[in-house]
């Protein structure tokens, strides 16, 4: 096997870093999160512009927004970070902000302004957890899910659903109990596998 093939076959330890290293690159937005901010002050209401693949399966991304604990606070993995959920409207179980993938946004931009919308946190958004098709309980449709990874940076007093949302820091065991949705559960695992990596220059 010759060529580029061939050299990435006899070094797959350089291999692994690099995608680790991708992995971990945040996602720079087309559009200023300031400007972002400033059309979630302005909630939008209707279907008009939602996105559907060529399924017919609705476009909903999200977000699963964490931060680090202190090494003193955390004695495995799971503890190292913490992460925010919302209580769903129905009272039944915590989930991650999320919402629909509209025409005149790209992906990340969506996650983001779903995010401060359901959950009023600002931060940093990194490279995609993952794509998971699932069935909405509540209608006989079926949606096509993608949640990012959040290190939140700001946490708002006031955001849009504030009224109807209650934000709350939690461990990620209690994230994955009370999670009612098995992939969001998938995608917090993935997060967590993430956390285990080694970070770059040995942070």
């Known amino acids: 096997m010759g060529g580029i093939s061939g050299f990435l076959m006899k070094f797959p330890t350089l291999l692994h870093s690099l995608l680790s290293l991708l992995e971990r690159i945040t996602v720079?937005?087309?559009?200023?999160?300031?400007?972002?901010?400033?059309?979630?002050?302005?909630?939008?209401t209707g279907r008009h512009l939602q996105r559907y693949d060529n399924r017919g399966f609705r476009l909903v991304v999200g977000c699963i927004p964490y931060r680090y604990k202190t090494p003193e606070e955390a004695n495995s993995i799971d503890d190292a970070i913490e992460v925010v959920v919302i209580n769903a409207q129905n009272g039944k179980g915590l989930l991650f902000p999320k919402g629909g993938w509209e025409k005149?946004?790209?992906?990340?931009?969506?996650a983001i302004r779903e995010t401060i919308e359901e959950a009023g946190v600002?931060?940093?958004?990194?490279?995609?957890?993952?794509?998971?098709?699932?069935?909405?309980?509540r209608q006989s449709i079926f949606h096509e899910g993608h949640m990012f990874p959040l290190l939140v940076k700001q946490e708002l007093d006031q955001w849009p659903e504030k009224n109807i949302r209650k934000r709350e820091w939690v461990s990620v065991s209690k994230a994955r109990e009370e999670c009612p949705h098995l992939w969001m559960k998938e995608a917090l695992e993935e997060l967590v596998c993430r956390q285990r990596q080694p970070k770059e220059g040995g942070k």
């Open 122 to 137: 600002l931060g940093e958004i990194e490279c995609k957890l993952g794509k998971w098709s699932y069935k909405s309980k």
């Open 28 to 44: 720079k937005l087309p559009m200023p999160i300031e400007k972002l901010v400033h059309r979630v002050s302005y909630p939008r």
């Open 104 to 110: 005149d946004e790209s992906m990340e931009e969506a």
